[in-house]
């Protein structure tokens, strides 16, 4: 179980640094989940579900590049070397495990909020950031025309990752949402359900855990904001990486 956490009284800092590495703050707010009408071969867990999220969070304008990660871990398993390159070849469990270093380092980062720690966002999460305010299918439009001026995907990758922060940002602030790894989630793969959601976490026994945002091979279609994929915990590809939040604890739903 993820127990819940309290807010601190104090207002928020915009911005945190972590090892050179900027997180933004995402403030709560209300938007609808997920696509409607994707084939059942694509996602049997079809539908859009109304979402609130009440508890701000922080998080990473990029993605985990291999220079953090060489920081706190002793094995770099990337198959596409480069330091400003996103870290891939990660499993889930290693992601969570990443977290955990930087916790038991924790006050002796600057600025961290009380109450706070650092992990995987939920899906949620991931998907309110990527959207930033929009309910758009993409969060430039409903038009996937300029996507390669967004993300890196097959169309323009060279077939491997790129150093992040190399494209556009959405409006947030946030770079390669789309496109360049795969980014996993807190959430297990599984049905969500049909009531209006707070602060999700979802399945969080299931196996199969949920990664988003498409990746450098993928076309323009699975990069829709709404759309999930998912792979066991312990799966690496050199298209799954990871972004990182700082935030309150969360209650699985």
Not at 44 to 71: C, H, S
Request: aromatic residues 12%; positive net charge; charged residues 30%.
């Amino acid at each position: 179980m993820i127990s819940s956490g309290k807010e601190p009284k104090t207002p928020l800092p915009n911005t945190i640094e972590i090892l050179g590495m900027n997180l933004i703050k995402v403030n709560p707010g209300k938007f609808t989940m997920g696509l409607e009408n994707l084939h059942p071969s694509v996602e049997p867990y079809d539908g859009t579900r109304k979402v609130e999220i009440t508890k701000p969070f922080y998080l990473a304008e990029n993605e985990m590049t291999q220079a953090v990660w060489n920081l706190r871990m002793e094995e770099n398993p990337s198959r596409f070397k480069g330091a400003e390159r996103p870290v891939e070849e990660v499993t889930w469990k290693q992601c969570m495990t990443f977290c955990k270093t930087l916790n038991k380092d924790l006050k002796n980062f600057k600025g961290i909020p009380t109450g706070m720690t650092f992990r995987l966002p939920s899906e949620a999460e991931w998907e309110f950031a990527a959207r930033a305010g929009t309910q758009s299918v993409y969060f430039f439009g409903d038009q996937p025309d300029s996507i390669t001026n967004y993300a890196w995907i097959s169309e323009n990758s060279g077939a491997q990752t790129q150093p992040v922060k190399g494209k556009k940002p959405n409006s947030w602030g946030f770079y390669d949402l789309y496109g360049n790894v795969r980014e996993w989630c807190l959430d297990g793969y599984g049905k969500r359900p049909e009531k209006k959601m707070f602060d999700p976490v979802l399945e969080w026994k299931n196996m199969d855990k949920v990664n988003r945002g498409g990746s450098w091979d993928s076309c323009e279609d699975c990069c829709k904001t709404g759309r999930r994929s998912n792979f066991g915990k312990n799966y690496r590809s050199g298209d799954v990486g990871f972004r990182l939040a700082l935030g309150f604890e969360l209650k699985e739903k």
